[in-house]
T-cell receptor, first 112, second 111 residues
């Protein structure tokens, strides 16, 4: 089954702990994105990557880190420096030729 | 920097009525424009997109959108809504290497 897989769907962590959200794609798309969604805020871009071993900060990168060691994978680490990490996180992959982004089902992170 | 404005946070329409969701963007050149739909707790699904050519774009689920350069708008329309259309709708603009989203419009359907 092709697409974007985010895991887990729900994640709970204690305050002060780092946590890594998984995003895997089998669409062979070059570009991948991480967005954060909060009620009434829409989707805000955290990080994006256009190619393996390269990534750029989005609008709200502080307190987050990413890696892009493989084309299929773009994990997001929410660090203890992120002041308000509880949110819904969405990963996407984009076919640059058609400029169409495909989204995963999201991970809801709750930090207590 | 590009921006996307969806002026309506919530819209309520009766089942069977027509729908128009507004979207305005700021961008110097001809933009890539998108409409996505999101059901609660789910990812986003592309409804339609505009790159160039015909300014009236047809999408899935009976939706269409019209690009109006003079008004910097890309409004989404559907002639007759169904209860299953209740969801959140996002307008988006494609910049050189990223996609910028509006804050969304939540659509409520009255029976």
């Amino acid at each position: 089954d092709g697409g974007i897989t985010q895991s887990p769907k729900y994640l709970f962590r204690k305050e002060g702990q780092n946590v890594t959200l998984s995003c895997e794609q089998n669409l062979n798309h070059d570009a991948m994105y991480w967005y954060r969604q909060d009620p009434g805020q829409g989707l805000r871009l955290i990080y994006y990557s256009q190619i393996v071993n390269d990534f750029q900060k989005g609008d709200i990168a502080e307190g987050y880190s990413v890696s892009r060691e493989k084309k299929e994978s773009f994990p997001l680490t929410v660090t203890s420096a992120q002041k308000n990490p509880t949110a819904f996180y969405l990963c996407a992959a984009e076919d640059r030729l058609n400029t169409e982004a495909f989204f995963g089902q999201g991970t809801r992170l709750t930090v207590v | 920097a590009q921006s996307v404005t969806q002026p309506d946070i919530h819209i309520t329409v009766s089942e069977g009525a027509s729908l128009e969701l507004r979207c305005n963007y700021s961008y110097g050149a001809t933009p890539y424009l998108f409409w996505y739909v999101q059901s609660p707790g789910q990812g986003l699904q592309l409804l339609l997109k505009y790159f160039s050519g015909d300014t009236l774009v047809q999408g899935i689920k009976g939706f269409e959108a019209e690009f109006k350069r003079s008004q910097s708008s890309f409004n989404l329309r559907k002639p007759s809504v169904h209860w299953s259309d209740a969801a959140e709708y996002f307008c988006a603009v494609g910049e050189d290497d990223k996609i910028i989203f509006g804050k969304g419009t939540r659509l409520h359907i009255l029976p």
